[in-house]
């Protein structure tokens, strides 16, 4: 470039270092610097979700020693998780008795899993402290729906206090059996939720609607006794469906019940444990790359697409991410048309002068005002102005407790559709004034009307601009999370918010967000030590869906000026 | 450029021309529309804020005449609703009457057959229990109560007197109490009195539950209290039953300690004097504001102040926290409100005065009477009706209009005095388990934090930003910047709660274990950038022409990454060496800066994060556009580069760069998730960069889903989104307009 002469380059070399320091070279290469810095930074951000994120769903070694201390030795199980240097003056102030006398000591912070047993699923270990370290093949760990994992060795199965299978006898049969049975319980939970979930659901449903009717009946006076027996006669056999249900229930709860596991702990305690509650299980250092790759498969597509257990810490965001795909997009749907509407408007149809140049600057300033002032009108506006309104009008029977007067998905769409308006419309404007006036002009003198002209050439031409307004939008809304926490995002709903329920969708209920689920998790968490891979994955996933929209726009954009840049010509 | 001609020509179909017309009025009437929903933004928020400062209005309601009352008024009261009134007169006949028509529900006489009454004492405004002496010595506590029952759908309140500690023997040992005060408390009740010898006593009746019967049971204990000089026109018992006011005639008051005694047993007199220091003038009136902490005085000068216990370096003294301006007026009755710090005012000619403690504000006054002879008045405990009665009997009910008296522009800003607090601070909390607690609704530390918080991310990302904006446009090399500036960008992507999470959960606890290793970082960076550099321009020229120009980041990415490894490597060392092992509590007991694991600091380098990539797109932009043959010229005349940079190409760019630091700035104000995440969220007031703050958008985002609709507070919360509001939308303007000017000053170079 401008200074890449060798002669330049020469003199440089010659000059004193006094000269060098006054031509300004360093404050150049102090720029450099702060170039690189912030790609560090951006690389090194996204390196280490990517690490935390997808490192989780692997199979990590599961070690076993001995804890000595002072006064006693404990037997441990469990997974290192995190590893740090501490001083041992720290450590000797703290009141441990170290043995080593370097200056450092290694800690290691040990997920030993067994809550239900130990307490504290993690514990902070001093590493010159733990000894006899194995790593023997047939230690289990069994993810659970209660009290997150368990650590030990498969002793026996057996149902109703009848042996299956004993480890002394057969041990591959024993392990047959027990991942037999695990399958089996899978399978029979499965068809509970099918039925509690579905099944069930649809008659709480429809009782419900049954007494939503009762009461506008009442509200309006015409409660007729045809329509009390109707309605009598309609909620009995709901009613009666729901008994033959809980029977059916009944039987499959019946049939998972009395089998156990027993297992014996680190410290030698055997305990027996019903095998309902069991998720998966299997033998982490018993297995090979291959194995490991499997399970990482399917501990990644668990995540994808279970739903939360154990108050968020653990199973998968699928409601998550429905929710977040769900309000993204009744958002578009809302904010595509409004937006480019109200960019036309601005660039073909209002006269160009002042005001419209005002309205240009306000509307482009109204992107960069904070996200919580939308949540915050939001709220005011939206539920409780217009939302308690819709439910004085429409939903009298079922107040007090209101519809739609309370924070739920329509408004949260409704909300940040407002938020992304002015990126739609600088987008759509910024395409629509890259149209060459002889394209307009051409069109007009061929005899087109205006509104013509609009639909069928300028529109359409406009149409990647506008693509690129609405991936903006979307990205944008996809990562907002401080106004949602306002109008309508809660930590846990378990019903999504599309169902095989009238009206289908529901609009007034609450939903879960992807980016409120890394708050929630996060940090409001009684668990957090546990709960932090799994916050790491949602970010990557989070991020991944944001860069991927946003790379996409970067794409389109490109290819629409290159596209103009050729009909300029 | 002639605008484009939309002459239709009247061969045209007439379906052709009606279509045109209506998409022109549809998009015209729709785009017009859209824009106008976003100004609604603005005029949404400030409809929910003017009530705040708009004052209360009163109107005249029911008239009626005192059904059945033998006498002047002694007390007065009105029941939840404002439905039913209570009054005692002063032959000791309690009526309970409807408000609407005036008409009698009960009454009863609250003397006894054997004795008559001495003396009535209110426990306080906000409060229903009353205490009765006997002239043989004996009290009675009574409690006007109100059943609600819906008989028919309809609200039906049967008003009674209840008896409260009917078995417990209550009495000064057959003394006549000439005045008496009550406190009931958790564990004792506390009855002073006066005596006709002008002597005060006090009684402690401890409360005990009785283990066999499981009955409340009496121990009386009698307090010892000093002789005092002058008489005593009032007495009160503070909330806390530790403060025992007695005021005379005269001005002069006298604070006794109720738990503390000297070595003969008598309480300790905690403080005395003057009222109205300087004003002079005589005692009319006083009461307990709500709560029962502060006192409410007034003189016959017209003034009216409020004072409560405060500590100072010899003790506890009473504090005047405040004077009201009545505007020279001689308040005679005093009647605070039941549910806020606000209390009434009212002369003997009747004119209301209505006041709020903590605003510090007179938000209301009204002559109430045509004659002036007011007797009486009683406020509901809603505080939305007031019942005034002159000495005819005759009340007139009047309707308050005063939701928010709350809040004042001072008490959002300025210092203000709260109750049980030493001195006046700044301090922001908004709620409390209590229902006498005393919201203090102070901006000052909310802002504050705001642009704390705005500081440190600034301070980190302008650098940053400017050098790499200065860097990328002016010296890289284009291949190079054609990738670096969509990968900083993308940055500003990143939803804000994942670098907040990140910031809270794994670079608070970073920092705070490698603290040295940070401050390392920062001293041998530059150092160290600078050594290579210097190193580097002294390599032979074959090695320095292998890179290309303007790839100087690319060289320095290994060079930095080895630095910052080497310095944190070394953190525990240097820890070790300089403070002890642990830097975190050297600076807290060495140095006494107190350290929590989510500060500024945090804050500064996620928010930095995402401010960077806005100041660096629009600098970057700046000095791109700027005119290559101005920097041709320059550099022709035989500037070096970095001369023509600084001479040449940043004063033409520095606008576009302001305004892009504008824009970071709007948006590190109104940022809330990463604040949110990486700090305590504590509203303190300190610029310590090991601390946290709370911003008024965090602070809204926690506060607003449990605010009551349509409160002060709520109210409040929407006033700190139209701050932030006007702020980020007026920054943000003049950013606009000042790129839009530096965009014409480039087309006409």
């Not at chain 1, 069109?443 to 013509?452: D, H, K």
């Not at chain 2, 080895?562 to 002890?580: K, M, P, Q, R």
Request: with cysteine.
């Amino acid at each position: 470039m401008k200074n890449s002469s060798p002669q330049r380059l020469a003199k440089q070399t010659a000059a004193s270092p006094l000269h060098w320091l006054r031509s300004g070279e360093p404050m150049i290469w102090f720029n450099a610097a702060a170039v690189s810095i912030s790609l560090i930074a951006v690389v090194g951000l996204i390196g280490l979700l990517a690490v935390r994120g997808f490192g989780h769903f692997w199979p990590a070694a599961i070690l076993q020693g001995t804890l000595y201390s002072a006064e006693s030795s404990l037997s441990l199980i469990g997974e290192s998780v995190e590893q740090l240097e501490v001083s041992g003056q720290q450590l000797r102030e703290a009141g441990f008795t170290l043995k080593g006398d370097g200056p450092f000591f290694g800690r290691t912070l040990l997920k030993q899993g067994n809550r239900d047993f130990l307490g504290n699923d993690f514990v902070w270990i001093i590493d010159e402290q733990l000894e006899d370290i194995s790593y023997p093949p047939e230690v289990l760990l069994v993810e659970r729906l209660e009290w997150g994992n368990l650590y030990g060795f498969l002793r026996t199965v057996s149902r109703n206090g009848e042996l299956l299978a004993d480890l002394n006898e057969d041990a591959q049969a024993t392990w047959r059996i027990f991942q037999q049975e695990i399958d089996n319980s899978l399978a029979i939970r499965k068809e509970i939720h099918a039925l509690e979930r579905v099944e069930i659901g649809h008659i709480n449903h429809a009782l419900e609607r049954l007494r939503l009717r009762e009461r506008q009946a009442e509200l309006d006076g015409d409660m007729s006794p045809q329509l009390q027996e109707e309605l009598l006669s309609a909620r009995s056999e709901q009613n009666a469906q729901y008994k033959t249900l809980q029977a059916e229930l009944a039987v499959l709860y019946g049939s998972m019940e009395g089998i156990e596991y027993s297992v014996d702990l680190a410290n030698g305690q055997r305990v027996s444990l019903p095998l309902s509650k069991v998720v998966r299980a299997y033998r982490p250092n018993d297995m090979d790359i291959f194995d490991k790759s499997a399970m990482y498969l399917e501990r990644l597509w668990e995540f994808l697409s279970a739903e939360p257990r154990e108050a968020n810490t653990e199973g998968g965001v699928f409601p998550a991410i429905f929710g977040t795909v769900m309000m993204v997009l009744l958002m578009s749907i809302i904010v595509t048309p409004f937006g480019v509407v109200a960019a036309v408007y601005l660039r073909e149809y209002a006269r160009q002068g002042f005001v419209t140049q005002i309205i240009r600057v306000a509307v482009n300033n109204l992107a960069g005002v904070p996200s919580i002032v939308y949540g915050v009108f939001g709220l005011g506006f939206f539920v409780y102005f217009i939302g308690g309104e819709l439910d004085q009008v429409f939903f009298p029977a079922a107040l007090p407790s209101p519809t739609f007067g309370t924070p739920g998905l329509m408004w949260a769409s409704l909300t940040l559709a407002l938020l992304t308006l002015p990126v739609v419309i600088v987008a759509t404007e910024e395409g629509l004034a890259r149209i060459p006036r002889a394209v307009r002009e051409g069109s007009l003198a061929l005899g087109a009307t205006r509104a013509e002209t609009l639909w069928r050439i300028v529109l359409p031409m406009a149409s990647p601009a506008m693509m690129t307004g609405l991936i903006l939008a979307v990205a944008r809304a996809a990562g907002e999370v401080a106004p949602l926490m306002l109008v309508g995002v809660v930590k846990l709903a378990p019903a999504l918010p599309l169902d095989g329920n009238y009206p289908f969708i529901h609009l007034d209920q609450k939903f879960m967000h992807l980016g409120f689920h890394i708050y929630d998790v996060g940090f409001q968490s009684p668990n957090v030590e546990a709960a932090r891979p799994l916050v790491y994955a949602t970010a990557l996933l989070l991020v991944g869906l944001i860069a991927l929209l946003n790379l996409t726009a970067v794409a389109l954009r490109n290819r629409l000026r290159e596209h103009y840049k050729s009909l300029d010509n | 450029m002639p605008t484009l001609s939309t002459y239709i020509p009247a061969y045209m179909p007439t379906w052709r021309r009606y279509k045109d017309r209506f998409a022109t009025i549809a998009i015209s009437a729709g785009g017009a529309s859209v824009l106008m929903a976003i100004l609604l933004i603005f005029f949404y928020l400030m409809y929910e804020v003017l009530p705040l400062f708009s004052g209360a209005q009163i109107e005249k309601a029911e008239q009626l005449q005192l059904p059945a009352a033998s006498g002047r008024i002694i007390y007065a009261a009105m029941e939840e609703q404002g439905e039913v009134g209570f009054v005692i007169d002063e032959n000791w006949r309690a009526s309970f009457f409807t408000i609407a028509d005036g008409e009698l529900i009960q009454h009863s006489d609250l003397g006894r057959e054997d004795v008559t009454i001495s003396s009535l004492g209110s426990e306080g405004g906000d409060s229903r229990l009353l205490a009765l002496a006997y002239t043989d010595g004996t009290i009675k506590l009574l409690k006007h109560e109100y059943k609600l029952s819906y008989p028919d759908g309809l609200r039906f309140i049967t008003p009674r007197l209840e008896a409260l500690y009917e078995e417990a023997d209550l009495n000064f040992d057959g003394q006549v109490l000439k005045k008496i005060a009550v406190r009931d408390g958790e564990e004792a009740l506390l009855v002073s009195a006066v005596l006709p010898s002008g002597e005060l006593v006090v009684k402690r009746f401890n409360k005990e539950i009785d283990f066999l019967s499981d009955e409340l049971e009496f121990s009386a204990q009698r307090l010892l209290i000093p002789a005092l000089a002058g008489d005593t026109a009032a007495i009160h018992i503070g909330f806390s039953q530790r403060w025992l006011y007695r005021l005379s005639k005269n001005g002069r008051y006298v604070v006794i300690d109720l738990l503390n005694k000297n070595e003969a047993g008598v309480q300790l007199v905690a403080d005395s004097g003057e009222l109205f220091q300087g004003q002079g003038g005589t005692f009319t009136s006083s009461a307990l504001l709500l709560g029962g902490i502060s006192l409410l005085v007034a003189s016959s000068e017209g003034d009216v102040a409020q004072f409560f216990m405060a500590r100072v370096e010899e003790g506890n003294r009473l504090q005047h926290i405040r004077s009201f301006d009545t505007g020279g007026n001689i308040i005679s009755t005093l009647i605070p409100e039941h549910r806020r710090k606000g209390f009434i005012a009212i002369t003997d000619t009747g004119l209301l005065q209505v006041f709020h403690s903590t605003a510090h504000r007179k938000v209301l006054e009204k002559q109430l009477l045509e004659s002036d002879n007011f007797a009486f008045a009683a406020i509901s405990p809603r505080a939305n009706k007031l019942l005034v009665g002159d000495a005819n009997l005759k009340l007139q009910q009047w309707h308050i209009d005063n939701e928010h008296p709350d809040i004042s522009w001072t008490a959002l800003w300025d210092k203000v005095w709260y109750e049980s607090y030493d001195q006046p601070d700044y301090v922001w909390q908004s709620s409390a388990s209590d229902n006498d607690f005393e919201p203090k609704f102070s901006f000052t530390p909310l802002a504050f934090g705001t642009l704390k918080a705005a500081f440190y991310a600034m301070l980190i990302a302008t650098p940053l930003a400017i050098c790499g904006a200065i860097y990328t446009a002016y010296f890289m090399a284009p291949a190079l910047r054609r990738k670096v500036k969509p990968l900083i960008e993308l940055m500003e992507a990143l939803p804000t709660v994942i670098l907040g999470f990140l910031a809270g959960l794994w670079l608070a606890p970073f920092i705070e274990d490698k603290l040295t290793g940070v401050f390392t970082v920062m001293m041998v960076m530059p150092v160290g950038i600078l050594l290579f550099a210097f190193l580097w321009s002294r390599l032979p020229i074959s090695v320095r022409t292998a890179v290309p120009e303007g790839w100087q980041p690319a060289l320095l990415i290994p060079v930095i990454c080895a630095l910052g490894y080497l310095c944190f490597a070394v953190n525990d060392s240097l820890e070790l060496l300089f403070f002890g092992g642990d830097m975190r509590v050297w600076i807290t007991h060495e140095l006494g800066i107190s350290f929590d694991q989510r500060n500024a600091m945090v804050v500064g380098i996620a928010m930095g994060m995402a401010v960077i990539p806005t100041i660096f797109s629009i600098s970057e932009d700046a000095i791109f556009s700027v005119p290559k043959h101005l920097s041709y010229g320059s550099l022709a005349l035989g500037a070096t580069p970095w001369q023509t940079l600084v001479g040449v190409v940043l004063p033409t760019a520095s606008p576009g760069i302001f305004s892009g630091l504008m824009i970071g700035m709007g948006r590190a104000v109104g940022e809330t998730m990463i604040v949110l995440m990486a700090t305590g969220n504590t509203p303190i007031m300190d610029a310590n960069i090991f601390e946290g703050m709370r911003t008024l958008a965090a602070n809204i985002a926690v506060e607003v889903p449990e605010a009551e609709v349509a409160s002060s507070h709520y109210r409040i919360l929407f006033l700190a989104a139209f701050v932030l509001f006007l702020f980020t939308f007026v920054v943000n303007t003049a950013a606009e307009l000042i790129r839009q000017r530096l965009r014409t000053r480039y087309g006409s170079l």
